[in-house]
């Protein structure tokens, strides 16, 4: 079992800046990949960012160039920074660890971005 939560989300204006954090029960970013999903009310949840156990990152489009997804593997943390917020970031942000069919999920973090 891994246990994951979430903290760091909050409410900023657009153009602004928040980095969540993810923090792991346990040693797995070597075997784990690390994600980061958003869902905004009546939508799918979907990937944002993630983070492979050799390092490799991907990004949802939306947020390529706006978003970094990164590790520490000392305090056993994922963030996720991102900056030039809109409104459509709006969300529930859930952090998620994935390896080889075991999937597990923090509580979610609220991130709404609004004037």
């Known amino acids: 079992q891994v246990q994951l939560v979430e903290s760091g989300g909050g409410l900023v204006q657009p153009g602004g800046s928040l980095r969540p954090s993810c923090a792991a029960s346990?040693?797995?970013?070597?075997?784990?990949?690390m994600g980061w999903y958003h869902q905004a009310p009546g939508k799918e949840r979907e990937l944002v960012a993630a983070?492979?156990?050799?390092?490799?990152?991907n990004y949802a489009d939306s947020v390529k160039g706006r978003f970094t997804i990164s590790r520490d593997s000392a305090k056993n943390t994922v963030y996720l920074q991102m900056n030039s917020l809109k409104p459509e970031d709006t969300a529930v942000y859930y952090c998620n660890a994935d390896y080889n069919g075991w999937s597990f999920w923090g509580q979610g973090t609220q991130v709404t971005v609004s004037s």
């Open positions: 983070i492979t156990s050799g390092g490799s990152t």
């Open positions: 346990r040693r797995i970013f070597s075997i784990y990949t």
